[in-house]
């Protein structure tokens, strides 16, 4: 009867004891990168909560991390939480490694947990996956171009991903394209020679450098293109993967400005005020903007030294016309006059051309076009010619006398 009681008692202390007791869970686990690499580390986080109205004491939680897991030097597979409060949650931290022979898939680690010693187990997935690689365009040789050129541009290619990648095949975009419209596009910068480039495999980090050629059509307006450049390669699952990257070209060029006198009128000469008519022209492949001229000299007095003349096309002139005095002390001859061309480029930067013009400059009498020196000469050479025939004359010579009469009357 004792025996009976004994056990009754015993029984009705352990269920009161276990009807105290918390009830322990690991709820979830969360890791980090996600999904792992092959020859990685990690950090495992577990979420253990007590599910329960009452106290759990002394609570424990153990990881078992089996191959391609295990645990980093110096971290314990059991950690001991102490008291978690009714209905609380909280969080235990690991430190894992992967293997790195560890194959892509779904691997499993087990959590127990409890008070005192654990004995609550929960199964858990952690996802391996090879990183994979991933190419970049990561340095050009030329980044300008201007309408009509061709050149050879150096690539470098690096593989920034994880792993690495083989049979790479680099190809630059057909030179026209149709939309989904059926509407035709060409391309303005087109590339020349081979049709692809090879690279046998690029490691994690490796670079490789290659060549292609482009050219530019010759019309190609003057912006900024997007060159576009595939990249094919494989993965080492033998998985076809593609990348396309972007060349950025500015197609440029620079405008040629010259200037040449057109016309001075009346003909310039010391003292004296003429019309200057200047011709300007373009022969540069871009257009000259905001063009103002600055025309001065030594022995000159320009009426309207600035002049603002606007934007000078490419392959196209202008003209602009101011009245210019020559000093009276400036001697005959050709006086030099600076013209300053000042002008903004397509990039919009400030251009300055300098041309030297020469004024071709006479006498007062030959700009009004009587020359009292000319006229006294004319006049010194007939006489001369008259004493002659005179001369020729005396002598009897017949034709000469018949000049003669003839220019006495």
Do not use: C
């Amino acid at each position: 009867m004792k025996e009976k009681m004994m056990i009754v008692l015993l029984a009705t202390l352990l269920f009161s004891g276990l009807a105290s007791a918390g009830s322990l869970e690991a709820a979830s686990v969360s890791y980090d990168p996600a999904p792992v690499a092959p020859g990685s580390q990690m950090t495992v986080w577990v979420q253990i909560k007590n599910d329960s109205f009452y106290e759990a004491k002394d609570s424990i939680v153990k990881i078992e991390a089996d191959f391609p897991f295990s645990l980093q030097p110096g971290e314990n597979a059991e950690k001991e939480l102490g008291t978690i409060k009714a209905y609380e949650t909280i969080t235990a931290e690991y430190k894992l490694l992967v293997d790195a022979k560890a194959v892509d898939g779904a691997h499993s680690i087990k959590v127990m947990v409890g008070e005192e010693f654990p004995i609550k187990e929960s199964d858990f997935t952690i996802s391996v996956l090879s990183r994979t690689p991933k190419l970049e365009i990561v340095e050009t040789s030329i980044d300008q171009l201007t309408p009509g050129a061709v050149e050879t541009i150096n690539l470098s290619i690096k593989n920034i991903g994880g792993s690495i990648a083989k049979d790479i095949v680099l190809k630059v975009n057909p030179d026209r394209t149709v939309t989904s419209t059926g509407i035709v596009v060409e391309r303005e910068i087109v590339s020349l020679g081979a049709s692809a480039n090879y690279i046998d495999s690029l490691e994690k980090d490796e670079t490789a450098n290659v060549q292609i050629k482009l050219a530019v059509n010759q019309d190609a307006a003057l912006k900024n293109y997007s060159v576009p450049v595939t990249l094919e390669y494989y993965d080492q699952n033998g998985t076809a993967k593609t990348e396309t990257g972007y060349l950025g070209i500015k197609v440029t060029a620079d405008a040629e400005v010259d200037a040449v006198i057109n016309s001075v009128s009346p003909q310039a000469y010391p003292g004296g005020t003429s019309e200057v008519v200047v011709d300007m022209f373009n022969i540069g492949l871009a257009d000259a903007k905001y063009v103002v001229v600055e025309l001065d000299g030594e022995h000159l007095t320009v009426e309207e030294p600035r002049q603002f003349i606007g934007t000078l096309e490419a392959d196209d002139f202008d003209s602009f016309k101011t009245n210019v005095t020559i000093s009276p002390t400036a001697p005959t001859g050709p006086i030099r006059a600076t013209l300053r061309i000042i002008y903004k480029d397509d990039q919009l930067q400030e251009r300055v051309e300098t041309e030297d013009l020469f004024i071709e400059t006479g006498t007062a009498g030959q700009a009004s076009g009587f020359d009292p020196i000319g006229a006294i000469l004319s006049l010194i050479g007939l006489a001369l010619q008259l004493v002659g025939l005179y001369v020729v004359a005396k002598k009897g010579y017949p034709k000469a006398r018949e000049m003669w009469e003839k220019r006495k009357k």
